[in-house]
């Protein structure tokens, strides 16, 4: 049956080279016009199955809340240049209205000056009511160290978690702002009304900007109208926001750098990057294995018409992709290059039995059928051992595998047809041109007398053109047949030798570590990769958030509750934080009426110098109560509220007579002149002390908080879109692409509820899945390979013989990895299942020729198939070289697993199967 479909094929190319070729052209175009819909998808999610539940989840959530995407716009510099660059960028960004919902770079302060009071814990609440009992500036201070101790020293909780540590951040800024607006005034810096009410505005509301604890660094969120699944226009919306950003930053000198982060942002920078590498790293394939074509046949129009017919291989199978699929993933993305190094081995095959059998005089009928009845065996079924081992992918959960395996595959099948239909049409029609362009060239020289100038010239073509016809090259590697007869002499040497790699290669590949980072993997030098970075570092805050949606309000209350109190999260944030419960507004309700009853009654006494000692200590005193603040947080490791300390008492590691101590400064400057000091203050308390009562009165404002009072900025950032489902949202505390966190993290947020999503969850699972999908792939392709080859050999003996090189190959591939310092990650470990597919060819195609000639013929066999083996891998290596060049690291380091697999398993192919066939085969004209 196989010999007869192949010496069909033979036939109709041949004889029908003109019908195929228009055909094959027709189907060409037409695959193009499809291809034009494909697009590359980079979310990492498009890895995951899109029915695991993590996933449906997370579609779900970016579909029905506005908040579970957006694009989050970071900038780096000097405060004041800062608050200018996001006042003038933000209205910008909002007028992109046919692509954002809106922009949020600061605190709703509207309403936090109505219910700010009503939003703190109770226990917090109760000890802030002393702070309003007088507003007279010695007494407010003497307030503010009560509830500072009362809250963080003298409280078991201390700043125990991270809500407690970030309010305690935001109560030590306004401090420092307080502090410095009393050394403004006592120096006559600035004596103005606005600057004490700047004051008591970040006292009681604390920084208006979304800013880094330190306060350079700024956040401008936008919130898209659609998700990142719309590649299209979250490129559009990545370019405009970047035109803006950028020519914006250049007005301002203190703006140090700007970007954007966010999953929107790094998806946009990753398909244009897998696009770019997709592009450059096929054409450098394809150049690289056409110019060694060429080289090695010494001729340049069979190489082409191999290089034609591999691009129309490519063409259909990326016309089946954008049917079946629709979309190319991070894996997938490669298939390109994939295909190059694998589809051109049939078309060398082709070329090359075809080039041998008409050196050897056949016409171009013969020299086909013959090529296909000797090579076209091995050709078929090394096409079809690669391709199942792509489909045998296809049975992983993992979405990316699934696809790679199946476009994969398919490539294949398609490259291999269009070898075996346009590739001899073209070698047919070219030699049928030929052979006219000759009998022309007789016809004419016949018609003309000897004696006519022309005749000489045209002779001396004609005989060129003949000898190039009858006499066409091809290329020989007598090394190969050498070192095969070496091999039968002496296998059990040449086997030992292979043990001991072997040996060798598994103590080390035992050790091979597997990197988990999945930005190691990025192109260097993404944009969102180095924001994200900076702003983990200034906000001790992740943008890689995790959500989950509650029917209730009072579901996502207990929810948010409870994550809280996560050491893992930084921040947790939901529509509960807003709008207390009926108990905790009962709760609340005396407190502040407390405090209202203080504000509407007391009175702010004017300082005196007798109380200047009085005020002096009470500021010594706020100095102690943040050193001991600093020290507990020192102690738990809590760097940006240590930092934030440091602001206003200066750096411990330095002297005490250098350090900038804000608290000594000012104390300093008081005991120089008290009367001035006096005169001062008191300018200061009249000045802020009516802001101060006026704000405070708003703020604790007894009414109870309902949805409907909430603002639509806040409201929409919890709410789904039909207002059926509350968001929760929590953000890690550290980069989630190291293991150790991410297990520890995602463990803690299935304990809080089953159905948290989002990126580190998703990343997690993929982990998972992929280190499970990886062995169970490798296995069944161990397993498919074989069945197949024992089908086609009728013999387990010849499979087993042709996959032993396999196995010892792959063995040495993965000890050499470890040797040359590369670590197996989320792509790269899918080159070994992948290895085993695309290297089986090597031992197939020897070990069918083997069965047609036997071990008298060995040295024959690799002089001639042992050729076309080595000029395959030479441009399969090539191609996954290629590959290395990629700016994602990730797709880099798969080439580079995949191309030392190519020489480790020709390496064992070349050595251990002639060895393994001699011991196996004693008498010359025995055969398997």
């Not at 502090?179 to 509301?205: G, P, Q, S, W, Y």
């Not at 295909?339 to 080039?355: A, C, K, M, P």
């Not at 109870?704 to 929409?716: G, Q, Y």
Request: glycine content about 6%.
């Amino acid at each position: 049956m196989k010999s007869k479909l192949l010496a069909w094929f033979a036939h109709v190319s041949v004889k029908y080279n003109k019908a195929v070729l228009i055909i094959g052209l027709g189907f060409t175009i037409a695959c193009g016009v499809i291809s034009e819909q494909l697009v590359i998808k980079a979310n990492m999610k498009d890895l995951m199955p899109q029915s695991h539940p993590t996933v449906k989840g997370y579609n779900e959530m970016t579909e029905n809340f506005e908040a579970a995407s957006n694009v989050i716009i970071t900038a780096l510099g000097k405060t004041e240049d800062l608050k200018k660059f996001a006042d003038e960028v933000a209205p910008k960004i909002e007028k992109l209205d046919q692509y954002v919902y809106r922009v949020s770079y600061k605190v709703n302060r509207d309403f936090l000056r109505k219910h700010a009071l009503m939003l703190i814990k109770t226990k917090n609440l109760k000890t802030a009511v002393s702070s309003y009992e007088h507003l007279g500036l010695k007494e407010y201070i003497n307030g503010i160290n009560d509830n500072f101790e009362e809250t963080y020293i003298v409280d078991d909780e201390g700043i125990s978690s991270s809500e407690r540590e970030n309010n305690a951040i935001t109560s030590l800024d306004g401090i420092k702002v307080w502090l410095k607006t009393m050394h403004d005034f006592l120096t006559a810096r600035d004596t103005t009304e606005e600057n004490a009410r700047i004051a008591v505005d970040n006292m009681l509301l604390g920084e208006e900007y979304l800013m880094s604890p330190k306060k350079d660094m700024v956040l401008i969120t936008a919130f898209p109208k659609f998700t990142t699944d719309d590649i299209d226009r979250s490129t559009l919306l990545i370019n405009e926001i970047n035109e803006i950003i950028y020519a914006t930053a250049d007005k301002y000198d203190g703006i140090e750098k700007v970007g954007i982060a966010g999953s929107m942002a790094l998806i946009v920078e990753e398909n244009k990057a897998l696009s770019e590498d997709s592009n450059f790293t096929s054409l450098l394939a394809f150049i690289l294995i056409i110019v060694t074509f060429i080289i090695s046949f010494r001729m340049w129009s069979s190489p082409l018409l191999a290089g034609i017919s591999l691009i129309v291989g490519i063409i259909w199978t990326t016309g089946f992709a954008t049917l079946l699929v629709g979309h190319l993933n991070i894996m997938t993305s490669i298939f390109g290059v994939i295909l190059i190094g694998l589809g051109i081995d049939f078309n060398i095959h082709v070329i090359s039995g075809y080039l041998e059998n008409r050196s050897a005089g056949m016409n171009n009928t013969d020299a086909l059928k013959t090529t296909f009845a000797k090579a076209g065996g091995g050709i078929l079924v090394g096409a079809f051992t690669t391709s199942l081992a792509f489909f045998s992918l296809m049975v992983t959960q993992n979405a990316g595998m699934k696809e790679f395996g199946l476009i994969s595959g398919a490539g294949v099948l398609f490259t291999m047809l269009a070898s075996f239909t346009v590739l001899p049409a073209m070698l047919a029609f070219q030699d049928i041109s030929r052979r006219r362009k000759i009998l022309k060239l007789k016809k004419k020289l016949a018609t003309l007398p000897y004696q006519n100038p022309e005749f000489e010239k045209l002779k001396v073509r004609l005989e060129k053109k003949t000898r190039k016809q009858e006499k066409l090259k091809t290329p020989s590697f007598q090394l190969l047949g050498v070192l095969s007869e070496k091999i039968k002499k002496q296998p059990v040497l040449y086997l030992s030798l292979a043990l001991a790699l072997t040996v060798l290669t598994i103590l080390r590949g035992k050790e091979i570590e597997f990197n988990y980072d999945f930005m190691s993997l990025e192109p260097p030098g993404l944009t969102s990769v180095a924001m994200q970075d900076s702003l983990i570092e200034k906000f001790n805050t992740s943008p890689d958030i995790v959500f989950v949606s509650a029917n209730t309000m009072e579901q996502s209350r207990v929810i948010a509750e409870e994550a809280k109190d996560v050491p893992r999260i930084g921040l947790t944030s939901s529509i509960s934080d807003f709008v207390p419960s009926e108990k905790q507004h009962k709760e609340r309700v005396p407190y502040l009426s407390q405090i209202r009853k203080y504000l509407d009654e007391n009175k702010a006494d004017t300082l005196t110098e007798n109380e200047v000692d009085e005020l002096i200590e009470q500021l010594y005193r706020l100095e102690d109560n943040v050193i001991e603040l600093a020290q507990m947080a020192f102690t738990g490791g809590q760097d940006r509220l240590d930092e934030k300390a440091e602001e206003i008492i200066g750096d411990p590691d330095v002297p005490a007579n250098e350090r900038m101590r804000m608290v000594e400064e000012l104390t300093q400057l008081i005991q120089d002149d008290p009367q001035r000091a006096v005169k001062a203050f008191n300018l200061f308390q009249r000045h802020y002390e009516p802001h101060l009562r006026a704000t405070a009165i708003s703020m604790s404002a007894t009414g109870r908080i309902t949805l409907d009072s909430i603002p639509e900025d806040i409201l929409s950032q919890y709410i789904s879109k039909d207002g059926s489902q509350f968001l929760v949202t929590m953000f890690p505390k550290e980069q989630i692409w190291n293991l150790n966190f991410l297990e520890s993290f995602s463990a803690q947020m299935q304990q809080i509820d089953q159905q948290i999503t989002g990126t580190p969850i998703i990343y997690y699972i993929l982990i998972m899945l992929i280190g499970k999908d990886g062995s169970i792939a490798a296995i069944l392709t161990l397993i498919v390979v074989l069945l197949l080859l024992t089908l086609d050999f009728k013999s387990l003996k010849a499979s087993m013989l042709t996959m032993i090189p396999l196995i010892l190959g792959t063995i040495w591939m993965v000890g050499i990895m470890k040797m040359v310092g590369i670590k197996l990650n989320l792509l790269n470990v899918m080159g070994l299942p992948l290895i085993i597919g695309i290297a089986i060819d090597y031992g197939v195609h020897i070990m069918h020729r083997f069965k047609i000639e036997g071990i008298g013929r060995l040295k024959s066999i690799f002089n001639s198939t042992g050729k076309a083996v080595v000029l395959t891998s030479i441009t399969t290596f090539l191609a996954f070289g290629a590959l290395g060049f990629s700016s994602h690291r990730g797709l880099a380091s798969l080439g580079m697993t995949l191309a030392i697999g190519i020489v480790t398993i020709l390496l064992a192919t070349l050595v251990v199967l002639p060895a393994l066939l001699s011991i196996t085969n004693k008498k010359s004209n025995n055969q398997i």
